[in-house]
């Protein structure tokens, strides 16, 4: 007897969908999987038919084969345990044919326990009106019902998804609001920025930073705040979207990296690779079909690249293209998978290898050929993508043992998000650009038009600094953000030189 039915799999934070084939005749006992099956998947035949057996029912005793159609694509996950069984249960009249197509999803265990899964999200985003309902991991369900209009049913053990699709029980669609979901949200800031001393200047990049979606870089000693800074970083940008948390969560689900109980990523990334991380897990890629890295786990969030000089080189110029692209495309033999990788890079670095040059109570130890060789390891081009330079010196003690004075990371992100809602006007329906730091082409003129003297003053600059002609954009884009802070519609000079200033503040400190 021949049986079909519908699955899915995770291509990238994409998603295909699968025909599972079942076909049970007569013949020597053997259980054969096609259709390019990863490791994983083929290993599934043991736990489908112990599944089966102890869950109270009869393992064909002839010759099975399943086919994952189409057979040209690589599968690999072990969502495919449930559907699997159920072909087997309905080549073999276990299971009443019904005529509603149901996708299916789900790992088995040796006693017919249905576990979840990885990937569900974009599989179910994917699914459309190909398919009338969903049965999935009870543990899935939410996140299934998060992506789709269709009906979703959770299930637990084999024998439960077994007597639903006979009738002989009902189960409750998971039913969710999306639009009672998709409300504004606030941050809970759990990083205050007012717990940083001192150190305004490196505040004002911060905020000019996530203000427009600028990539910084800062230069200090260790323990001058550098960390703490970065991390207050994602609670001043404005909440995700109901779409850009989707898109957030389709990312995170492909990698299995949703906690249990969560359906949809509302927090703004942040991400701290280690500095030994290799190109793999920064770009993505892995054995198999790639997955993403860490650039990718950071769409719509903050990348935080502590001590940046220590990163592998090969690391850092990989990540030339998703900083302009604001995408990767890993390609490997037989399969290539774009990312997303809208990301802002907040980097920090010490000065020199001891992390004291210029510092004014311990002196430096290092050479001038050890000084030179460290800032040798970032590129030109590399830097030449960061828009924002700032110092943070050691903390004065005064600041340090003073009464606070800061602003508090609420203040600064209302007006963060003013100066956002600014350019979202600015922008209107423009889906491949959302914030000044993506301005190019047609609209970095439009848009970054300064008055006479600020035109003067961008002349001047680029003679006396050396500017390319890529350092002069995002100067053009800064500037556009702080005018867009003060709620200014002209770019004047005093922003251009706040743009310059924090554009080139590091020259003496990185050859930025």
């Avoid at 007012?194 to 800062?218: F, P, S, T, Y």
């Avoid at 110029?317 to 290539?336: C, K, Y």
């Avoid at 001038?368 to 330079?389: A, Q, T, V, W």
Wanted: hydrophobic share 40%; with cysteine.
């Amino acid at each position: 007897m021949f049986s079909m039915l519908h699955s899915g799999v995770v291509h990238g934070v994409d998603a295909r969908l699968i025909e599972i084939q079942c076909d049970v005749s007569g013949g020597l006992p053997t259980f054969n999987l096609v259709g390019l099956p990863e490791k994983e998947v083929s290993e599934s035949r043991e736990r489908i038919r112990s599944a089966i057996k102890n869950s109270g029912f009869n393992f064909p005793a002839g010759r099975i084969t399943a086919n994952l159609a189409p057979a040209d694509l690589r599968k690999e996950g072990v969502g495919f345990d449930l559907p699997i069984a159920i072909g087997i249960l309905l080549a073999t009249e276990q299971v009443p044919r019904s005529e509603k197509r149901y996708l299916l999803l789900g790992e088995l265990a040796l006693n017919g326990e249905v576990r979840r899964v990885r990937g569900v999200l974009p599989i179910a985003m994917e699914c459309g009106d190909q398919v009338d309902g969903l049965i999935v991991p009870a543990d899935n369900a939410q996140e299934a019902g998060i992506a789709t209009q269709k009906p979703v049913y959770p299930v637990r053990t084999l024998a439960e998804a077994r007597q639903f699709l006979s009738g002989e029980i009902e189960i409750d669609p998971v039913s969710i609001d999306r639009k009672a979901l998709d409300v504004e949200r606030s941050p809970d800031f759990r990083h205050e920025l007012a717990a940083v001393r001192g150190q305004l200047q490196a505040k004002r990049g911060v905020e000019i930073a996530a203000a427009g979606g600028h990539n910084l870089l800062m230069v200090g000693p260790p323990g001058s705040g550098k960390s703490l800074l970065a991390r207050c970083m994602p609670e001043l940008l404005p909440p995700l979207s109901f779409d850009e948390a989707l898109e957030v969560t389709r990312i995170y689900s492909t990698t299995g990296l949703l906690e249990r109980g969560e359906f949809l990523v509302w927090r703004r990334p942040f991400r701290a690779p280690h500095h030994t991380i290799s190109y793999a897990g920064m770009v993505g890629g892995g054995h198999g079909i790639p997955g993403p890295g860490e650039i990718s786990l950071a769409h719509h969030g903050v990348l935080f690249l502590d001590e940046l000089p220590e990163f592998d080189r090969n690391v850092l110029e990989t990540l030339r293209q998703p900083l302009e692209d604001r995408s990767i495309l890993i390609s490997r033999a037989g399969v290539s998978v774009r990312f997303p990788a809208a990301f802002t890079l907040v980097a920090a670095m010490n000065p020199c290898p001891c992390g004291f040059l210029g510092d004014p109570v311990q002196a430096c130890t290092c050479s001038m050929n050890e000084i030179h060789r460290y800032r040798k390891r970032l590129s030109g081009p590399f830097l030449d993508r960061i828009d924002l330079c700032v110092e943070v010196p050691r903390v004065p003690e005064e600041d340090l043992f003073g009464a606070r004075t800061s602003e508090t990371s609420r203040d600064v992100h209302h007006r963060v998000v003013r100066a956002r809602e600014a350019q979202w006007r600015r922008l209107g329906t423009a889906v491949d650009c959302h914030s000044n730091g993506q301005l190019d082409g047609d609209r970095l003129e439009a848009f970054c038009r300064a008055s006479e003297t600020g035109q003067q003053l961008l002349r001047r600059a680029m003679s006396r600094f050396a500017l390319s002609a890529r350092s002069i954009t995002r100067i053009r884009r800064v500037a556009r953000t702080v005018a867009d802070l003060e709620g200014a519609e002209c770019i004047e000079a005093e922003h251009i030189a706040e743009a310059i200033q924090l554009r080139t503040a590091g020259n003496a400190m990185t050859g930025f």
